[in-house]
Every structure is written in C-alpha cells, then in structure tokens.
C-alpha cells in the first residue's frame, strides 16, 4: 500500500466504535485529530500505546485536538479495552482492513523469520480540512503522542 505524506488528502472512513456509533472522519471536519493505527487491543504496545494517549488527553485538548484508535478487533473487543483501561476516546473496528490499507498502515511484517501481513503501527495528525500534516510508520508505541504534539 501506498503511504500517505504530508499535504495529501486523508481518506475518508466511516466506521463502528466501542459503543456500537458510527465514527467519520468528516465528524472532526475543521479539528485537529490524532489517528492511529494499531495491531490488537489488550496488548503490551497497544496498551502502552493507548494509555500514553489517554495519559495526554488534555494536553491533546488544549491544543485543539481529538484522538483516535483504529484496529481489526470487534467492538465488543474495543469496548473491553476501554474499559479496562478508561481510554476515553474512540476505538474503531476495521475487520476487512480497508481503511488501514487506505493509509498505508497495512502491509508486510516480518516475525521469528515468518513474514505475513498485519497492521503497521502507525499514526498520522490530520488538520480541520482534512489534510495530513504529520504521518508516522512503524511509529514506537509511546513516540506517537510527542511526534503529535511536535506539529500541533
């Protein structure tokens, strides 16, 4: 998949949530958002991943920004995930993984000398008008709120 870079258009999405609502892109439409991509919830990296976005909320807030979750797990998955940890945020099911594929955030990975395709952990800042101004691949779990904050 291609990856997206600064100044291109993010894909549009619309998709089910932990609590069972549809979420959009275009429901963020002249906000700053913070979008992630991550393999599985209740994981070690994605609960770090999570909790240190959970952890920023405010300072995500004070600078005019919303977050997002995004992975292939159910929403009754997601719903336990949030709750376990109050997130607070939306977590948004992508079983077929069409949207990961729309932001490059699909692809190959390699593991004990296996290669198959998941999830790319990745994350991506995007403006009010629905342009990306900052897109991280294979972003560490707890960079992705400081490579946010550094452009927002």
């Known amino acids: 998949m291609a990856k997206l870079s600064i100044g291109d258009k993010a894909p549009d999405f619309s998709l089910s949530s932990q609590d ?19 393999p599985k919830a209740d994981t070690p990296d994605c609960t770090k991943q999570a909790c240190s976005i959970r ?4 300072e995500l807030k004070k600078l005019g920004a919303s977050a997002i979750g995004i992975s292939p797990d159910k929403p009754t998955k997601q719903k336990k995930f949030d709750d376990k940890y109050s997130l ?17 955030a699909w692809g190959k990975k390699s593991m004990y000398g296996k290669t198959y395709e998941g999830i790319i952990r990745s994350s991506f800042v995007i403006d009010g008008e629905g342009k ?3 897109a991280s691949y294979k972003v560490k779990p707890l960079d992705t709120v400081p490579n946010a904050t550094e452009v927002l």
Request: charged residues 25%; aromatic residues 14%; glycine residues 6%.
């Open 132 to 134: 990306i101004v900052q």
């Open 55 to 58: 952890d920023a909320a405010k």
């Open 88 to 104: 607070g945020f939306p977590l948004l099911s992508d079983p077929e993984n069409k949207v990961a594929k729309a932001y490059g």
């Open 20 to 38: 069972d609502e549809v979420v959009s892109l275009s429901d963020f439409k002249g906000k700053m958002l913070l979008l992630y991509f991550y």
